[in-house]
């Protein structure tokens, strides 16, 4: 299998990396680079917790994380976490992409706080900052154990990943979808190849995540789908829409959820650097879209909202598209647990779907 020679246990090659010396991470072990990820540092620490609570006040629906590693080797362009990078004392650019910090002890330190009285086996959800399934998992090993934890104590959890290095863990899932509830999803939102390659370069290719989706059902596992984030003008014309939803349901999948682009912080300069060298004639627009903020008009919601909720019918996802309160356009057949990843809000309102500007004048 080509991940076992990037093991943690493995000869990789890998040497301690002193480039970062103003680094100051809590619990940092040591910082490494191996051959097998070139220009990346891996900074391995000792956590002191692996449950993260989300605050009483915020609007999603679970109320526990785990989050393996911080950073993120998909590198997409328009990721929301990159300003959780910041907190680090990390750009959310390139650092984001580049400089990966891994909870080494995540596992044990898991186990412990599952084991403690006080814990209530709450769902938790997993993939809600950085992706656990990204191409470093299979240096590091870290999602067996989580699993094993999380099930072994009685508590549900979701998965939301892009990473086809799930399919490992097949029938780890499987065992634990028969102690407890679990849900998982796939992020999959640019059908085009060339498009994916460019603004999500790290990822796998879209058909290879659509098989990670029939592979997940022919496993006897519910598999929804985040279509997130549809972009304006790139990925939100009603071709690309039918045809995504057209191969999602031909793989299976039990749900849809589609968000609309948001741009947050740090995350639109960054985002809108790749428009410039990838999509200039696209710059503008954006610019008129967003404005000074993160999200678009209400308009453009109950615009995608309208655009969509045909296509999901079509599809057999559901004679109903419910409009979520942050404008997401969501169909299942109830396939993942209270408080599962497919509900997520990703923060707040949700954009756009935008479109020939004959639909909408006014709001460009």
């Known amino acids: ?152 104590s009685g508590t549900p959890f979701s998965v939301l990943t892009k990473g086809t290095l799930l399919r490992r863990d097949v029938p780890a899932l499987v065992e634990a979808s028969q102690r407890v509830p679990v849900g998982l999803a796939i992020s999959l939102a640019v059908l085009d190849h060339d498009l994916q390659q460019s603004v999500e370069p790290g990822t796998p290719t879209a058909r290879a995540r659509l098989d990670l989706v029939r592979a997940l059902r022919e496993a006897g596992l519910p598999c929804g789908v985040l279509v997130a984030p549809v972009m304006p003008w790139l990925t939100d014309s009603v071709e690309h829409l039918d045809a995504l939803l057209g191969e999602l349901a031909a793989a299976g999948a039990t749900g849809v959820t589609a968000l609309p682009l948001h741009l947050r912080g740090s995350v639109k300069p960054w985002f809108l650097r790749w428009l410039a060298s990838e999509r200039p004639d696209l710059v503008g627009r954006y610019r008129r879209l967003y404005g000074s903020g993160a999200y678009v008009p209400t308009e453009y919601r109950d615009w995608l909202h309208a655009r969509l909720r045909p296509l999901l019918a079509a599809h057999g996802f559901g004679s109903e598209a419910s409009r979520q309160p942050d404008g997401a356009v969501r169909a299942d057949e109830g396939s993942f647990p209270r408080g599962s990843i497919a509900r997520w809000d990703w923060g707040g309102a949700a954009p756009p779907a935008a479109a020939d500007l004959g639909s909408q004048p006014v709001l460009f």
């Not at 990721?79 to 907190?87: D, I």
């Not at 959800?125 to 989580?146: F, H, K, V």
Request: charged letters at 25%; aromatic letters at 8%; hydrophobic letters at 40%.
């Open 1 to 152: 299998m080509r991940w076992d020679g990037q093991r943690l246990e493995a000869d990789d090659g890998a040497l301690p990396e002193l480039t970062r010396p103003d680094l100051a991470l809590a619990g940092l072990v040591r910082s490494v680079r191996t051959p097998d990820f070139a220009g990346v540092t891996f900074h391995e620490v000792a956590a002191k917790s692996a449950l993260n609570k989300v605050p009483a006040a915020s609007a999603m629906p679970f109320r526990w994380t785990v989050n393996p590693m911080r950073g993120c080797l998909h590198a997409c362009s328009y990721c929301f976490a990159r300003p959780t990078h910041e907190y680090l004392e990390l750009d959310a650019g390139r650092d984001f992409e580049t400089q990966i910090v891994v909870k080494t002890n995540v596992v044990e330190v898991l186990r412990v706080e599952l084991a403690r009285p006080s814990w209530r086996r709450e769902h938790v959800a997993l993939g809600t900052n950085t992706d656990p399934y990204q191409r470093a998992e299979g240096r590091y090993r870290l999602m067996p154990g989580i699993i094993d934890a999380l099930a072994s």
